[in-house]
């Protein structure tokens, strides 16, 4: 139940970083001011959201600019799989990246018409989240991406590397979209666990309360 309480929060806020994006998207594309929009993206964790040249990488308009490498230009390999993972009206979310200057972040990736838009989205709203469940001994909530990297968890250094955890059976269970109980070796408190589990649809994300087994 609290794994699934926790899945639709995080639905809800995927659809709002959606739509939040999109509308920015389109305000960028017209040249019209997206100021009215800084307060929604510092709440949902948005740092920037631009427009960018599918062939040059040249950011056309930007809420910030500081997507880019210095140059006017977003990253290559990023621009690439932007340009691989993007569709037409429908937005997607990429892995967790860890940068240099701003720290872990999914990239929110899509296309408004013969542009690619890329936002850049935060990760402290699923370590929030994440802190919000403590219960009995070591009880504990763990968010993962949909490569099974952390998101959340109560080991800090594992947020910060964003660890990958995809070999764990629970967690590949939530990579598959399933939804259920599980029991299993935890690798973080070096014991047998049992957890709630589900999975956030269109993002992938995974949600599990893990405690361990009596």
């Known amino acids: 139940l609290l794994a699934q309480t926790m899945s639709s929060a995080l639905s809800r806020y995927e659809q709002d970083v959606r739509a939040a994006v999109s509308s920015v998207a389109t305000s960028l594309q017209s040249r019209r001011s997206t100021s009215g929009s800084d307060e929604i993206l510092k709440t949902l964790k948005i740092q920037d959201v631009s427009i960018i040249s599918p062939t040059s990488g040249e950011v056309v308009a930007s809420t910030s600019g500081s997507v880019t490498d210095g140059s006017g230009k977003i990253d290559h390999a ?16 990429t892995s967790v990246h860890r940068t240099k200057d701003h720290g872990n972040v999914l990239f929110v990736v899509g296309k408004t018409k013969n542009y690619l838009v890329i936002a850049r989205l935060g990760t402290s709203y699923f370590v929030e989240l994440g802190k919000q469940i403590s219960f009995g001994e070591k009880g504990h909530a763990a968010i993962v991406d949909g490569s099974g ?8 250094g594992w947020i910060a590397s964003a660890r990958n ?22 690798p973080a408190l070096k014991g047998d666990m049992i957890a709630g589990l589900t999975s956030v649809p269109g993002p ?3 949600v599990m309360i893990p405690q361990p087994v009596s």
């Open 78 to 93: 990023l621009l690439t799989h932007a340009a691989s993972a993007s569709n037409q009206d429908s937005y997607r979310f």
């Open 149 to 156: 990297n952390v998101l959340a968890h109560p080991m800090a």
């Open 165 to 186: 955890i995809s070999k764990v059976s629970a967690v590949k269970r939530m990579m598959n979209g399933e939804t259920g109980i599980e029991q299993f070796f935890s």
């Open 204 to 206: 992938g994300w995974g």
